[in-house]
């Protein structure tokens, strides 16, 4: 009789047990984790890197050269290396570049006498400083300047049949600019510059000495440099 009841009360507790659990909300899949998106990192502007320019330079030739060649003009391309360093938003570091110029000036003057006097080449090494937002940066730039500079003059009325004089100097002056450069991409930047030069004047024509010539010229520069 006492198992016969605790055989029937067993098996009311399991069917209530059952049931209770029927009556539960069930268990669906797990939730997927939400997505992590992990932020881009930060362009940095800290590096070294090289890149291409080209140009248009206008000015005048200094001392007796801007009497016999007048003014100088004309285009320019060339390459460039430097390095920078970024603290926060300030950016400091140093640039040289070299260019192929036609920057020149010719005269025609009574005699006939006709000259000319060419920038041929344009080199320059520079301390930058300057100040990034986002992926832009405004700079100034200054520092040395040294140019190669030829020089011709022909006077048809000197015989026999006319004489040719030539000079060809390097000289040396200073550079100041300023400009922005944009990043496009982690590689990449796009740049555009104004940048003022003055070469100090040298003797021209030593036989017979003619005059003394140096430059003085602004460039508007365009450029792209490749980040390391």
Known sequence: MKAALFATTSLLALALTQANAADLPGRGPAEAPA????????????????GLNAGYGF???????????????????????????QFGAAVFGLEGDWDYTGVKGARSLPGPVLTYSRLTNLMTLRARAGYTFDNTLLFV???????????????????????????RNWSNGFAVGAGVEYAVSKNISAKAEYLY????????????????????????????NYHF
């Open 141 to 167: 730039a200054g520092g040395y300047a040294g140019g190669a500079i030829r020089s011709a003059l022909t006077d048809a009325a000197l015989p026999p049949g006319g004489q040719s004089f030539n000079s």
């Open 197 to 224: 030069t003055g070469l100090a004047a040298k003797p021209i024509f030593a036989a017979p000495r003619l005059s003394d010539n140096g430059l003085s010229a602004s460039q508007l520069r365009a450029g792209v």
């Open 59 to 85: 000015g005048h030739f200094t001392k007796g050269g801007d009497a016999l060649f007048g003014k100088a003009n004309g285009g320019m391309i060339g390459g460039v290396l430097g390095y920078n360093q």
């Open 35 to 50: 997505p992590v998106f992990a932020s881009a990192p930060a362009f940095t502007w800290t590096g070294f890197y090289a």
